[in-house]
């Protein structure tokens, strides 16, 4: 239902009388902006010039109580809501397909307690991460994630894509480290799921929440694990003859529960794509380790570890490199060395157990390097969060002169992210580990889950039964 006239311009009042005037906002080119988020096709739709829709207006409220009325509002008028911290997600997940409002979230940027004696952090969901991780470290504390995007994402968009960060290897994903959660739902009432996430309480409805990526209500407030900054962390760079080799030294490092905050191995293209712009020269494959903690038991794992990667055919390099790593590692994730519109790529990353990994890394590498040849297609991946039972791939594929015509463009990245989709299912692996669905992937939801999907679907009309949380993402449709 499309609000106009007078029936918009009570909506609208209703929305400031619940926020504040000013925290609504109706800019044309602020309502285009949010529309979209980090993902390829809606910047390829947005440079092309094609009809978007665009949301209302953006809802800017700063308490859960805010959240709550606007909530309320737009429940009765049976408005879209696109909850968004900072719009760093590559799956559409925070585009607004439907028109509607934006709510935004980062007004809502406090930290509520830290709780030294159980090292408990309670915050809003729209604080900055890098703003959070300098004001945890300046008392000698860390959140253990440290994504890529920390510079423009927030707190409370870690959760909503079960996000990982540079050390999941050892401290885990964001859905690890949270311990509970306060949400809005669709009506505005207001709940909170149990103060830990360990129990024996029946199902736990902390993680029906994280990774809803904002289809079945708002998180207004979290509470996450956090780690005292370590007494030294050491640094590693190995070099292996091929990838089957650095596969199989991290998998009997992670079998043997070696624990390393960073394992990151990278195939001879991404050596090209990632590691070479922090301004080294190397050539082949190579693996990044760092252990971190007291420094004795840092060593110790330390030379265990370089034993196994000498045995699995490695070369040490030593320290500095890998250190140079460190220091660099955000480099290839920024201006002007992260790849950007015109130019075409997706990250159809997975994650799956050690004994499918390699045939689906070569099975996707085939795929894109033969089937789209005439366009000069590249694929690169590294392996960047580990497991004790398997692995993630983070790999790409690259076109550098894509169609010119919106559509045709669109068809085409479509068509190489369906097969490698499918690539990744055949495999033993699942449509995503970290970056989330959103409408990109959605898709393919019912693919993956077969009918589980529909029970899924059942508690997102349970709790959202007039469908406006975030609608068309997660493969749920709108009613």
Same mark, same amino acid.
């Given at each position: 239902?499309?609000?106009?006239?007078?029936?918009?311009?009570?909506?609208?009042?209703?929305?400031?009388?619940?926020?504040?005037?000013?925290?609504?906002?109706?800019?044309?080119?602020?309502?285009?902006?949010?529309?979209?988020?980090?993902? $390829?096709?809606?910047?390829?739709?947005?440079?092309?010039?094609?009809? %978007?829709? !665009?949301?209302?207006?953006?809802?800017?409220?700063?308490?859960?109580? =805010?959240?709550?009325?606007?909530?309320?509002? #737009?429940?009765?008028?049976?408005?879209?809501?696109?909850?968004?911290?900072?719009?760093?997600?590559?799956?559409?997940?925070?585009?607004?397909?439907?028109?509607?409002?934006? /709510?935004?979230?980062?007004?809502?940027?406090?930290?509520? =307690?830290?709780?030294?004696?159980?090292?408990? /952090?309670?915050?809003?969901?729209?604080?900055?991460?890098?703003?959070?991780?300098?004001?945890?470290?300046?008392?000698?504390?860390?959140?253990?994630?440290?994504?890529?995007?920390?510079?423009?994402?927030?707190?409370?968009?870690?959760?909503?894509?079960?996000?990982?960060? +540079?050390?999941?290897?050892?401290?885990?994903?964001?859905?690890?480290?949270?311990?509970?959660?306060?949400?809005?739902?669709?009506?505005?009432?207001?709940?909170?799921?149990?103060?830990?996430?360990?129990?024996? #309480?029946?199902?736990?409805?902390?993680? /029906?929440? &994280?990774?809803?990526?904002?289809?079945?209500?708002?998180?207004?407030?979290?509470?996450?694990? /956090?780690?005292?900054?370590?007494?030294?962390?050491?640094?590693?760079? *190995?070099?292996?003859?091929?990838?089957?080799?650095?596969?199989?030294?991290?998998?009997?490092?992670?079998?043997?529960?070696?624990?390393?905050?960073? *394992?990151?191995?990278?195939?001879?293209?991404?050596? =090209?794509?990632?590691?070479?712009? !922090?301004?080294?020269?190397?050539?082949?494959?190579?693996?990044?380790?760092?252990?971190?903690?007291?420094?004795?038991?840092?060593?110790?794992?330390?030379?265990?570890?370089?034993?196994? #990667?000498?045995?699995?055919?490695?070369?040490?390099?030593?320290?500095?490199?890998?250190?140079? $790593?460190?220091?660099?590692?955000? +480099?290839?994730?920024?201006?002007?060395?992260?790849?950007?519109?015109?130019?075409?790529?997706?990250?159809?990353?997975?994650?799956?157990?050690?004994?499918?990994?390699?045939?689906?890394?070569?099975?996707?590498?085939?795929?894109?390097?033969? !089937?789209?040849?005439?366009?000069?297609?590249?694929?690169?991946?590294?392996?960047?969060?580990?497991?004790? $039972?398997?692995? %993630?791939?983070?790999?790409?594929?690259?076109?550098?002169?894509?169609?010119?015509?919106?559509?045709?463009?669109?068809?085409?990245?479509?068509?190489? $992210?369906?097969? #490698?989709?499918? *690539?990744?299912?055949?495999?033993?692996?699942?449509?995503?580990?970290?970056?989330?669905?959103?409408?990109?992937?959605?898709?393919? %939801?019912?693919?993956?889950?077969? =009918?589980?999907?529909? &029970?899924?679907?059942?508690?997102?009309?349970?709790?959202?039964?007039?469908?406006?949380?975030?609608?068309?993402?997660?493969?749920?449709?709108?009613?």
């Amino acid at each position: 239902m499309e609000l106009v006239g007078y029936t918009l311009a009570m909506f609208r009042s209703e929305l400031e009388n619940a926020v504040g005037k000013e925290n609504v906002v109706d800019v044309e080119e602020k309502r285009k902006e949010l529309s979209i988020d980090q993902s $390829w096709i809606t910047h390829m739709w947005n440079e092309r010039k094609q009809p %978007m829709a !665009t949301p209302y207006f953006i809802v800017r409220p700063s308490t859960t109580e =805010e959240v709550s009325k606007v909530m309320i509002i #737009c429940n009765t008028y049976k408005v879209p809501v696109v909850p968004r911290g900072g719009g760093s997600g590559t799956a559409g997940g925070a585009a607004t397909l439907y028109g509607g409002i934006v /709510l935004d979230v980062t007004r809502m940027d406090k930290i509520i =307690e830290i709780d030294h004696k159980s090292l408990v /952090l309670t915050a809003q969901p729209g604080i900055n991460g890098r703003v959070l991780e300098d004001l945890l470290n300046e008392q000698g504390l860390m959140l253990a994630h440290y994504p890529s995007s920390v510079d423009i994402s927030t707190l409370g968009g870690y959760l909503a894509a079960r996000g990982s960060g +540079v050390m999941s290897t050892k401290y885990g994903k964001a859905e690890d480290m949270v311990l509970n959660i306060e949400v809005v739902l669709p009506d505005g009432r207001v709940i909170e799921t149990l103060p830990t996430p360990n129990h024996a #309480c029946g199902p736990g409805m902390l993680q /029906l929440f &994280v990774g809803s990526e904002g289809t079945l209500g708002v998180i207004t407030k979290v509470s996450m694990r /956090l780690d005292p900054l370590p007494e030294v962390r050491l640094h590693r760079m *190995i070099q292996f003859p091929t990838v089957s080799a650095g596969l199989a030294a991290g998998q009997e490092i992670m079998t043997n529960r070696l624990n390393p905050a960073v *394992i990151r191995l990278y195939d001879p293209g991404s050596t =090209e794509k990632s590691l070479n712009t !922090t301004g080294v020269d190397l050539d082949g494959v190579y693996m990044v380790i760092m252990f971190d903690g007291f420094k004795e038991l840092a060593e110790a794992q330390q030379k265990k570890v370089l034993d196994i #990667c000498i045995a699995n055919g490695g070369t040490d390099l030593g320290e500095e490199l890998g250190k140079h $790593w460190w220091d660099t590692r955000y +480099v290839a994730y920024k201006p002007p060395v992260h790849p950007a519109f015109p130019q075409m790529y997706g990250t159809p990353e997975t994650v799956t157990t050690y004994a499918n990994i390699e045939k689906l890394y070569y099975a996707k590498k085939k795929f894109v390097e033969e !089937t789209y040849k005439e366009w000069g297609a590249k694929y690169t991946a590294h392996f960047s969060h580990w497991y004790a $039972w398997g692995t %993630m791939i983070y790999d790409r594929f690259y076109i550098d002169h894509p169609p010119e015509d919106a559509e045709e463009a669109f068809r085409l990245h479509n068509e190489i $992210w369906a097969e #490698c989709t499918r *690539i990744n299912l055949e495999n033993g692996a699942v449509l995503n580990e970290h970056h989330g669905i959103g409408f990109k992937l959605g898709w393919f %939801m019912r693919e993956q889950y077969g =009918e589980a999907f529909n &029970v899924l679907l059942d508690i997102k009309k349970s709790i959202d039964p007039k469908g406006i949380m975030n609608p068309g993402k997660l493969g749920f449709g709108v009613w």
